[in-house]
């Protein structure tokens, strides 16, 4: 199947779901921890080999451009004193990249 995706009448991509978030080539990681600190999140989005980054509930999401490590972000983490206990790396959802299309936009 294909997915078109379409903002303010201008066609941004057309491809199968696989296909654009390949495209986007954003891999995300989730770190679920305590001790995240303002602070600790700006540092963080401040590094360039973060697109984003969002807290919500313990949950920390990331968004990396590409070719980015997970070790050295949750070292850093770490060193600051964040309570790290699980991480998870995989691709951006289809949602994720879609907002980030349509945001690059703007």
Not at 7 to 25: F, H, Q
Not at 46 to 61: F, G
Not at 71 to 78: D, G, H, I, K
């Amino acid at each position: 199947s294909q997915v078109a995706v379409i903002r303010n009448g201008k066609l941004l991509t057309v491809g199968s779901p696989d296909e654009i978030r390949s495209r986007a080539g954003n891999t995300q990681a989730e770190i679920i921890g305590h001790k995240f600190t303002k602070k600790t999140l700006a540092e963080l989005r401040a590094r360039r080999e973060i697109a984003s980054a969002s807290l919500h509930n313990n949950h920390l999401t990331i968004n990396l451009q590409k070719e980015t490590s997970i070790a050295p972000l949750v070292s850093f983490l770490v060193k600051k004193g964040v309570e790290v206990e699980e991480v998870h790396k995989g691709i951006a959802s289809l949602e994720e990249v879609f907002i980030e299309m349509v945001e690059e936009e703007k």
